[in-house]
C-alpha cells in the first residue's frame, strides 16, 4: 500500500507541475512598468546624446528599445537583455535577447540598442519571425568608449536600423555571433 501512495503522490505532483507552472508567467508582476522606464530613460538618452535619432523614430513604424544587454565572454560567450517593442511611441510587447558568440574574445560589457524598423512589412516580418539573426563582428569596448563594426542580418536584408549605444566594461575580439528575440511576459 505504501508503495501505491508513493506513486499516486508522484503521479499526483508530475501532474500538477504544469498547473503550478502557470502561476509565475508574469501577470500582474511590475516587470512591464520596470521595462517601460527603462527603455523611457533609454529613449531619452539616445535622443538628447544623439539628436538626428529622433528624426530617425518619427518616420519608423516601429522601435525596439533594449535598454540593457550584457554580455561576457572567453572564447565563447553570452548575453541577455529585456526590451520593449514601440509602436506610435506605446508599448505592444516585451522582448528579450539571448545572445551567443564563438570567437577570439575576451571580457565582458553593457550596452543599449535600438531596432528602427522603417516600414510596416520590415516590423511584420520581425513580430511574424522566430527571432533569429546571425552576424559577424570585430569589437573593442574600453569603459565608455566602444567601437564595432558589425554586419547583421536583420539590417543588411530589411529596411531596419540598427543604433547601438552606452556600450561600457572591457571587451575585446573577434566572433562569430547569433541574436535572438523572443517575446515575453515580464
Given amino acids: 500500500m505504501t508503495d501505491f501512495t508513493r506513486r499516486t503522490f508522484t503521479l499526483g505532483a508530475l501532474a500538477a507541475t504544469p498547473l503550478l507552472a502557470a502561476c ?3 501577470v500582474g508582476s511590475d516587470g512591464g512598468p ?3 522606464a527603462r527603455a523611457d530613460t533609454t529613449l531619452n538618452y539616445l535622443f538628447n546624446t544623439y539628436p538626428n535619432t529622433r528624426d ?3 518616420k519608423a513604424a516601429g522601435m525596439l528599445v533594449m535598454p540593457l544587454v550584457t554580455e561576457a565572454g572567453f572564447i565563447a560567450g553570452g548575453g541577455y537583455g529585456r526590451g520593449a517593442l514601440r509602436i506610435n511611441g506605446t508599448t505592444v510587447d516585451y522582448y528579450s535577447a539571448t545572445k551567443g558568440s564563438v570567437g577570439l574574445q575576451i571580457g565582458a560589457q553593457q550596452f543599449a540598442h535600438v ?3 522603417m516600414t510596416e512589412d ?3 516580418k520581425f513580430r511574424r519571425s522566430s527571432g533569429w539573426a546571425a552576424g559577424a563582428d570585430i569589437e573593442y569596448v ?3 568608449y566602444g567601437e564595432n563594426l558589425r554586419a547583421e542580418t536583420t539590417t543588411a536584408t530589411s529596411p531596419v536600423v540598427a543604433v547601438i549605444f552606452g556600450q561600457a566594461g572591457l571587451l575585446a575580439g573577434v ?3 547569433g541574436m535572438k528575440y523572443t517575446r ?3
Avoid: K, T, V
Fill in 24 to 26: 509565475g508567467n508574469g
Fill in 142 to 144: 574600453f569603459n565608455d
Fill in 122 to 124: 520590415a516590423l511584420s
Fill in 56 to 58: 530617425l523614430a518619427n
Fill in 115 to 117: 531596432l528602427f524598423f
Fill in 34 to 36: 520596470r521595462i517601460d
Fill in 175 to 177: 566572433s562569430l555571433e
Fill in 184 to 186: 515575453i511576459i515580464p
